[in-house]
T-cell receptor
Framework: EAGVAQSPRYKIIEKRQSVAFWCNPISGHATLYWYQQILGQGPKLLIQFQNNGVVDDSQLPKDRFSAERLKGVDSTLKIQPAKLEDSAVYLC??????????????FGNGTRLTVT | SQKIEQNSEALNIQEGKTATLTCNYTNYSPAYLQWYRQDPGRGPVFLLLIRENEKEKRKERLKVTFDTTLKQSLFHITASQPADSATYLCALGAWGTYKYIFGTGTRLKVLA
């Protein structure tokens, strides 16, 4: 099966600019996650979708970050305006059901964002 | 607040030895715990899952233990190889939320 696809792989922007990341999960996976991974740290959950509904966005900085999942498949994460502290790798992951303790996360290779 | 701790310093071991990585947590009651491997420039890859009512799980050269009394999981790689060099992350999940909280990861280097 094809893995989780993310684009772009790298992005460099200046602070106060906007940026968008795209994710295509594994076909048929109901749950989609966006994680932020700052260098030297573990992934931090930003938002979790179940099909096209938001399950958890408690750690999403909603004044600047937004995300949507189109028709319960692809997803985009947007930052506007970007700050220096947003420099990180943005990982997208999917899982089959999101409602089974046996579920595992399948990650894409991420988008490395550098804000200058 | 919830806290998941892994050895922040890199672990260097000699090829052929057993690597043991720890994952400690506080203020959390996970229903299950997962271990992932992450290589530079790549996303994490799932390795093993263990549930709260299980003490130990094995897969080839990998073994995971889960002690809910000590609030700790140990991850072992036996007969380690240089190809095992990577960062290893533990992730905890709670009943009902299916939300995974990750530790900071431990970088393992296996020396030839």
């Amino acid at each position: 099966e094809a893995g989780v696809a993310q684009s772009p792989r790298y992005k460099i922007i200046e602070k106060r600019q906007s940026v968008a990341f795209w994710c295509n999960p594994i076909s048929g996976h109901a749950t989609l996650y966006w994680y932020q991974q700052i260098l030297g740290q573990g992934p931090k959950l930003l938002i979790q979708f179940q099909n096209n509904g938001v399950v958890d966005d408690s750690q999403l900085p909603k004044d600047r970050f937004s995300a949507e999942r189109l028709k319960g498949v692809d997803s985009t994460l947007k930052i506007q305006p970007a700050k220096l502290e947003d420099s990180a790798v943005y990982l997208c992951a999917s899982s089959p059901t999101g409602r089974d303790t046996g579920d595992t996360l399948h990650f894409g290779n991420g988008t490395r964002l550098t804000v200058t | 607040s919830q806290k998941i701790e892994q050895n922040s310093e890199a672990l260097n071991i000699q090829e052929g030895k057993t690597a043991t990585l720890t994952c400690n947590y506080t203020n959390y009651s996970p229903a299950y715990l997962q271990w992932y491997r992450q290589d530079p420039g790549r996303g994490p890859v799932f390795l093993l899952l263990i549930r709260e009512n299980e003490k130990e799980k094995r897969k080839e050269r990998l073994k995971v233990t889960f002690d809910t009394t000590l609030k700790q999981s140990l991850f072992h790689i036996t007969a380690s190889q240089p190809a095992d060099s990577a960062t290893y992350l533990c992730a905890l999940g709670a009943w009902g939320t299916y939300k995974y909280i990750f530790g900071t990861g431990t970088r393992l280097k296996v020396l030839a």
